[in-house]
């Protein structure tokens, strides 16, 4: 049976998928269950495919028994397996606090709730592990339809960011579409592995660069890249928060990964670093995106929208750091993804928590919120420290990577660019700290007291998988060396100084 | 210029599905009734779809299934004799995404229609600001 | 903005011509699109799957997993609609009423709880018109349109078609039965219910098969693993294999179309569509 484990990652959660929409229509009671028993065949799938590749090296599936350039393949190796147990863990965590919010907000819809929680995180997954580019596209389209269905179930104003949302996302999906196509024409073949063996005798071809521009630009507005960001913020902050908590996460980081997998995987490092020669020119449109997403987060009045315009910051991070073109970056870049993902994982629970007791997320219902919920505020700062980038937390040695590389590229504007952003975030973090330990709790909403107020925590259920988040944060940026020694160094080619 | 001009013609359709994804995408950039941006969105998909199924086609060959498949004489089946099923087989996905994409968008223009009464992008904006 | 956008759009155009300069020409039979991987498909499907329509065999079987998937949209679309639309929950407002032996119209205000039943029959606020025609005629179309559709799905491996095709023609049928009779005759015929679950069942049916072959023994969907169970040799074995996966994806595709058709056409009140 081990041998079928990445058939069994996608497929378990799309099989409940159809159970729970049964039981929707049958019986509720089963939906929740369902739901949790899938993501977790799928995560001990992803976590023994991880010990598999880190014992024994990458792993090939070949689905329906055809081999790779006729039918297609899947393929796990160091760049995907940490993502594929990260897409888990982000989904797992996320359903246990969220169950409760979920079934008080959806009532008779919870079962159509979780069979789309449950599609989406399958097309998560099976973009991180396919090996065919065009099997990537249709998963895609999972990934953002079911996303779609989740964010625009919000507040009064999210079917419009939705559909805005739809507008963009399309276009970007239909510009990778065409980028396959662009390479198909010149290649003939769509299993990724296949098109970088014939690729280096085409790059003089113009429709190769063509096929670049357009997959990146695709993938740029489906990740949220600055000029490109306008349907993030609208849609991350209008959206119910058991959705946001899992679509803030993990879609733009898997963007990310896709980006990078195009760029080491399929169009090699060789021609997308040494003869395209537009790799500075990116890394300054990180450089914009990193110092545009932290000044409109200043400018941000509640708890989500400044997260997301975070977001939008950290996605430069990302992008800059692959684009740096030497291995520092790249490594930084990896591990930024998985960081980042556990980071915004830790601000949405905390939010979470937050709405649930105040069902608001303004910054004004913060005041005295840290003697009201420490435990919430507790694992609310220390998401924060890590998105500054304070030792031992995980952000603190991505960024520190990041920062190498932009150092051994010479490329001191993205430098001064994290640097600034950290400063940025560190403002905002600690006005947070302040609205919430010194500003007296809003007298119209208690009931006149005056002294301390009582502790009003979040239910456990929010709680324990906000804290075992947050604790990761710490233990992820202890390990961080054993990780990169153990994994992320194989992942990246060695024609990456 | 008769170098152009031939070059044209031997590629039109390519030229043509440019034309079909540009008039679309500008409708999707300008527009500010939510309908027609759907309209746009379909028309940029639809040229994508005009694209793929020009990579399949081939001079000479003719649609993609076996004549006398199970007959009893057994002929060699040549590849230049069909045309490459490969993107037809593309393009009925991105149809069907296309159908998908297209019925959540009108289900959300439904809501946003029940919620504002109005599908023009500017009033709907007037009317957030004004509340 | 105008000026803007057609500057954006020039640009694009722009570089996707330019890609075009290094294009093989249309119809090439020597472009590597048609010499690299499909040439296999074309001339090994009949031995390797008995399929004589290769569009089909590529479709259901060297590519099935993202037909799988592709199903899976549909799938997903049409629980975004109901997500989306649907209003649960009694319904209330005006309803007409046709008296039948008389013809006369009735317009009953704030009819919730109440309902007219014998002699009387709902009809929809929009269409008071009473046209015979235009029922019977549909009425006579709609079992052969089943039929055809039926057909298409069948008859995928020999000729055009297979399960979309055939299952958005016998979707058609009922949405024509809901446009013109009304949503609550074609809701009678095939209620929420039924579709909801038929939709998760023809999706299952795809990614049910495939786990079995998984269960057998084999690759996930390699349908040779089904020989054992069908009792024939592994070539038919796959072919009989897509012919149960496109079944599944014709009731799937059909359950659907009808599901997005109720939640659109009635903005997920159930009574009345357009």
Same mark, same amino acid.
């Given at each position: ?54 014992? *024994? ?47 008080? *907000? ?80 010149? %290649? ?34 489906? !990740? ?67 110092? !545009? ?61 937050? %709405?649930?007791?105040m069902k608001s997320y303004t910054f004004s219902s913060l005041k ?120 992320? *160094? ?8 | 210029? #008769? ?50 199924? #020009? ?65 023009e992008e500017d009033e709907i904006l007037s009317r957030i600001r004004?509340? | ?62 590519? $099935? ?207 009345? $569509?357009?």
């Open positions: 049976m081990s041998h079928h484990f990445p058939a069994l990652l996608v497929i378990a959660p799309l099989l409940s998928a159809f159970f729970i929409s049964g039981a929707g229509w049958l019986n509720r009671r089963f939906c929740l269950p369902l739901a949790v028993a899938s993501l977790g065949v799928a995560g001990l799938s992803a976590l023994s495919l991880f010990w598999r590749v880190v014992q *024994q090296g990458p792993v090939l599936y070949r689905l329906g028994g055809w081999d790779p350039p006729w039918g297609i393949a899947y393929a796990v190796d160091f760049l995907n397996a940490p993502v594929l147990v990260l897409i888990c863990i982000v989904a797992l965590l996320n359903l246990w606090a969220s169950h409760r919010q979920v079934e008080e *907000q959806f009532k008779e819809k919870t079962g159509a709730f979780y069979t789309l929680y449950v599609l989406m995180v399958t097309g998560l997954l099976g973009i991180t592990v396919t090996g065919d580019a065009f099997n990537l596209y249709v998963l895609l389209e999972i990934a953002s339809l079911s996303g779609y269905g989740l964010i625009a179930m919000g507040e009064d104003r999210a079917p419009l960011a939705t559909l805005n949302y739809v507008y963009m996302g399309t276009i970007g999906a239909c510009f990778y579409l065409l980028g396959i196509g662009y390479l198909y024409i010149v %290649t003939g073949s769509l299993n990724m592995a296949d098109i970088a063996r014939i690729l280096p005798g085409l790059y003089e071809n113009k429709a190769v660069l063509t096929a670049l521009i357009i997959c990146l630009v695709g993938l740029w507005l489906k !990740m949220a890249f600055f000029p490109l960001h306008v349907w993030l913020p609208n849609a991350y902050t209008f959206a119910p928060v058991p959705s946001a908590a899992l679509i803030a996460p993990l879609m733009t980081k898997v963007m990310v990964y896709v980006m990078i997998r195009l760029m080491l995987t399929v169009f090699t490092p060789g021609y997308v670093f040494s003869t395209l020669g537009i790799n500075d020119a990116v890394v300054w449109f990180a450089v914009i995106a990193i110092v !545009m997403g932290a000044i409109l987060a200043l400018g941000q009045r509640d708890l989500k929208k400044m997260i997301s315009y975070i977001i939008v910051a950290e996605v430069g991070y990302m992008v800059g750091g692959a684009w740096l073109g030497n291995r520092a970056g790249m490594t930084g870049a990896i591990l930024h993804i998985i960081n980042d993902a556990l980071m915004t994982l830790c601000l949405f629970l905390a939010v979470a928590a937050i %709405t649930y007791r005295g919120l840290i003697r009201k919920m420490p435990f919430t505020m507790g694992a609310f700062i220390l998401g924060g420290l890590s998105i500054i980038g304070v030792p031992p937390t995980c952000g603190f040695f991505s960024k520190w990577y990041l920062i190498t590389g932009a150092l051994q590229a010479g490329h001191y504007g993205f430098m001064a660019a994290l640097l600034f952003s950290s400063l940025v975030n560190v403002v905002l973090f600690f006005r947070i700290i302040e609205i919430g330990f010194f500003e007296p709790f809003n007298e119209g909403h208690g009931h006149g007291e005056h002294g301390p107020e009582p502790m009003n925590e979040a239910p456990l259920s929010i709680l324990v998988p906000l804290w075992i988040v947050a604790l990761g944060l710490v233990v992820v940026g202890v390990y961080t060396s054993e990780i990169i020694t153990h994994v992320l *160094q194989f992942a990246i080619p060695k024609a990456i100084l | 210029m #008769s170098g152009i001009v031939a070059t044209i013609i031997a590629k039109y359709n390519y030229w043509i599905y440019i034309c079909l994804m540009m008039i679309g995408l500008y409708a999707m950039i300008t527009k500010r009734n939510l309908i027609k941006k759907i309209v746009g969105m379909n028309i940029f998909q639809t040229a994508i779809i005009l694209f793929y199924v #020009s990579i399949g086609a081939k001079r000479g060959g003719t649609i993609p299934i076996i004549e006398h498949a199970h007959g009893g004489q057994s002929h060699a089946v040549e590849a230049v004799h069909y045309i490459n099923p490969l993107p037809h087989v593309l393009m009925l996905t991105a149809i069907v995404v296309a159908v998908a994409t297209l019925g959540v968008a009108l289900a959300l223009a439904i809501r946003i229609y029940n919620r504002y009464r109005t599908l004004g509340s | 903005m105008k000026k803007l956008g057609l500057l954006l759009v020039i640009l694009s155009g722009a570089l996707l011509l330019y890609a075009t300069v290094d294009f093989p020409l249309w119809g090439d039979p020597s472009s590597p699109a048609s010499l690299h991987v499909s040439p296999r498909y074309i001339e090994k499907t009949m031995e390797e799957t008995s399929v004589p329509n290769i569009v089909t065999a590529v479709l259901a079987d060297y590519r $099935g997993f993202d037909t799988m998937f592709e199903t899976t949209v549909i799938f997903g679309a049409g629980v975004v609609c109901f997500l989306l639309l649907r209003v649960l929950g009694g319904e209330e407002g005006d309803h007409y009423y046709r008296h039948l032996p008389t013809g006369v119209t009735i317009h009953v205000k704030g009819a919730k709880g109440k309902s007219l039943s014998g002699e009387f029959e709902r009809i929809d606020m929009l269409w008071t018109p009473y046209d015979l025609v235009i029922k019977t005629a549909c009425r006579i179309m709609i079992p052969f349109i089943q039929i055809y559709a039926l057909y298409v799905i069948a008859h995928g491996h020999h000729s055009p078609g297979g399960g979309f095709q055939g299952g958005v023609i016998l979707g058609a049928s009922v949405i024509l039965l809901a446009i013109s009779q009304n949503l609550r005759t074609a809701l009678r015929r095939i209620g929420e219910k039924t579709v909801g679950i038929l939709c998760a069942i023809g999706v299952f049916i795809y990614a049910g098969t495939g786990a079995l072959c998984l269960a057998l023994g084999r690759n996930f969907l390699d349908y040779a693993a089904l020989a054992s169970v069908l009792g024939t040799d592994p070539v038919t074995a796959r072919s009989h294999g897509i012919l149960i996966v496109e079944t599944g994806v014709g009731i799937a595709v059909m359950a659907t179309m009808i599901w997005i058709y109720n939640n659109v056409s009635s903005a997920g009140r159930y009574d009345e $569509g357009l």
